[in-house]
Each structure stands twice: as structure tokens, then as C-alpha cells.
């Protein structure tokens, strides 16, 4: 007499869990310059302007920590992140 034994086991794929926005931005980011470009409504660039900013912005949590130096503070008030 011969046994025949099936065992079929199933699970569910492991779902690739992707970070949400808020976790991937933790932490420090540098900012070494700024760039400022403006198109027109063809796409053709219209104006465009680099400047040394230097800053970092800290993400931890639901808060932002905004570093510039002192020569660039005159971006901390006009600088948001949505």
C-alpha cells in the first residue's frame, strides 16, 4: 500500500510597504544653493537664477527645524515646505 500525501500552503505575497512621504524626509537635509527657473506657458525657460544659500532643514516628526546662515536669512521667512 502506498501513502500519498499533498500539503499545499498559501500565504498571502508579502506586500511591498512602501515609507510614506512624512519618513522618507526624516532627518537633515542640506541645501548648498537655491535655484529660482520660471517658464513660460511653451516650457521655454524665461529666467533662471542660482545663489549660495547653504542651509539645512531638520524633518523629525510632524516639525521642521530651518538652519541658515546669517547672510541667507532673508530666505528663512519665504522658504515653506507643503
Known amino acids: 500500500m502506498s501513502l500519498f500525501c499533498l500539503s ?9 510597504i512602501q515609507p510614506s512621504i512624512k519618513q522618507t524626509l526624516q532627518g537633515t537635509w542640506e541645501m548648498p544653493t537655491l535655484r529660482d527657473t520660471y517658464y513660460d506657458e511653451s516650457d521655454k525657460l524665461v ?3 542660482v ?12 516639525s521642521t527645524r530651518n538652519s541658515f ?8 521667512n519665504t522658504f515653506s515646505i507643503y
Do not use: M, R
Request: proline residues 3%.
Open 51 to 62: 545663489s549660495e544659500l547653504n542651509a539645512e532643514i531638520t524633518f523629525y516628526g510632524d
Open 8 to 16: 499545499l500552503f498559501s500565504c498571502k505575497e508579502d506586500e511591498d
Open 47 to 49: 529666467y533662471e537664477s
Open 69 to 76: 546662515p546669517e547672510e541667507n536669512k532673508h530666505y528663512y
